[in-house]
């Protein structure tokens, strides 16, 4: 399994939409649970931010890689979700 970094901000709705639906998921797949799973306040956390690269909320990155940026769906989070597996 691989280490997931959730970027995200208290306000904003597209990265509370992603917390809500990631809530989700680990609730319908208790495999999704096993997951490691940072989620990373870049207003509050800004030494966490060394080494990634982004714009937008949420950005999720699978280990060191970029793998999601912008306004994600239901189904965007669990494919990140599946790629950690």
Not at 47 to 63: G, H, N, S, W
Request: glycine share 2%; hydrophobic share 40%.
């Amino acid at each position: 399994m691989k280490k997931i970094r959730m970027f995200v901000a208290s306000w904003c709705p597209h990265c509370n939409n992603a917390k809500a639906w990631l809530k989700e998921l680990l609730n319908e797949n208790e495999e999704y649970k096993n997951l490691p799973i940072e989620q990373i306040d870049i207003d509050h956390e800004k030494e966490k931010l060394v080494d990634v690269d982004f714009y937008y909320v949420p950005t999720f990155y699978v280990e060191n890689e970029k793998v999601f940026e912008g306004v994600p769906s239901k189904e965007i989070v669990k494919r990140v979700l599946d790629e950690a597996m």
